[in-house]
DNA sequence: TTTACTGTACCGTCTGGACGGTAATGTCAA
DNA sequence: TTGACATTACCGTCCAGACGGTACAGTAAA
């Protein structure tokens, strides 16, 4: 769909994340981007021909940068325990930044819900991928589905972790799954 | 705030909603919610005479329900055991909802994230109850996240869990707290 | 008389989007 | 070499409609 950037246009995508994270989701209007990526209203609508067509590029510009980081710290051992080791530490990384990096998801939700339908199927192979290489099925499950609720927890502002909290759910969630304990990597 | 309960403003609040539920949380609109509420938006506008007023009080309804539930749930016997008992079954009969219930988040954080403040702080309360009952803190924090993570991938559209995984999860999460997850200890 | 509405009319603002420019750059035939 | 046209990448304006909210007159029951 691309082969090469136009500055313009990831521009316009990293001002509306950007904003949605900043102003809220419910300040996400055409205008609101457009401003604050320095291009006129018309200029954005030449990349974006409309609004959906923002929110889709929003989804497929996310989905893209998970994969491309996911694949970096997977590097070439495609193993299930590596997946997982890397999947987790990305996630970890993720929930340590300030601001959660997807605020535009509720824009994109109340704009209409299908348009996270890419990205739910990402989801759903990345844990199909992730299971595949699991020693212990429920085990693996158990953490995908609590980074989910630390993502959501994030995503809806609540901070309710302490860090006490945050470092025994880590701990579990770094520890190896079946094989050699994993001393303390990094 | 509301001694008894006349019948409008609980009908406002059930249709608004469903509207976020059915017509999905970008549709929630004033207009909309006083016709589906069978109210006229003069009426609509003197139970909420302001849209922020009916979104709060669709997020202190939320609390009211869910809370009520659990007394129900928990009777008399506040052990922790017994409350932790009753959020996971809660939360996952909630789960096999065919809609989720609590679709007008999205508008609430469309609308201004810090509508959920009320309910972030409920859930902070829940947890700290939960966790102060817990024997095993960790697996109480991991049991609770879990259920959030489902929760939010049910509120985002993602239908990623199989039957048997879900299976699998509400096994470990419906089992006592004693044991502690397949997990090397540290 | 108060409470709890209904119904209609209206206002100002915001929003998505259509549209008509335009300047720069490239393509290509005569 | 040159003129004709095409494409790209925007800019600025305008508009219809939706929205939240106001105002107000009326009504029917308690």
Sequence with gaps: MSGNRPSSRSRILAAAAALARDAGPGKLSLDAVAGRAGVS?????YHFPSKAALMTGLVEDYIAEFEA???EAVTRDDSGEALMKAYVAMSLKSLDEKQPPASWIFS???EDPDFLDPFNDFRRKLLQRLLAGSADRTRTLL?????EGMHSLKLFGADLLSGDDRDAIDAYLLSGSTETP???EE
């Design 41 to 45: 209203k018309g200029g954005l609508l």
């Design 69 to 71: 980081n996911l694949d």
């Design 108 to 110: 994109a939700m109340a």
């Design 143 to 147: 953490a995908y589905l609590a980074i």
């Design 182 to 184: 994993a001393s303390p």
